[in-house]
């Protein structure tokens, strides 16, 4: 057993505080948000039960991922008309440029701010 997977097998939280256990050997029962949303869940506001860590030997931290119990998670909530329509305007407040007031047709970029024929004039009547 390598000294990686002795720090990260704790199983019953007493080192840090919850279940934890190395990187893909999760006992069955338990998933990462991700998991559940492929499924078609949330976990519906329960605590978070377990985690998985895992040693990044490049930088020399550590990554975790938090589980939650599979029979404990809800349905996700379907989209409503008003979400969708919501969802849509958030859209095109970020495609509409603030100097031209026209939709981009792409999301404007924030390193730029505005589109890109607004930010680089010359180069667009050149082409």
């Known amino acids: 057993m390598s000294a990686a997977f002795g720090k990260c097998y704790d199983p019953t939280g007493a080192r840090w505080g919850i279940p934890t256990f190395p990187w893909r050997l ?3 029962g338990y998933a990462t ?5 492929a499924r078609g869940l949330r976990p519906g506001g329960q605590p978070v039960a377990a985690q998985v860590m ?6 020399g931290g550590t990554q975790v991922a938090f589980l939650y119990e599979i029979k ?9 008309s008003r ?13 509409t440029c603030p100097a031209c007031g026209r939709d981009a047709g792409y999301v404007i970029p924030t390193s730029i701010g505005t589109c890109v024929a607004c930010a680089y004039p010359d180069e667009q009547r050149a082409a």
């Open 72 to 80: 404990r998670a809800k349905p996700v909530r379907p989209m409503t």
């Open 33 to 37: 948000r991700r998991q559940l949303r």
């Open 26 to 28: 999760a006992p069955d």
């Open 83 to 95: 979400k969708w329509g919501a969802l849509a305007l958030a859209m095109l407040a970020r495609r």
């Open 54 to 59: 895992r040693v990044n030997r490049r930088c």
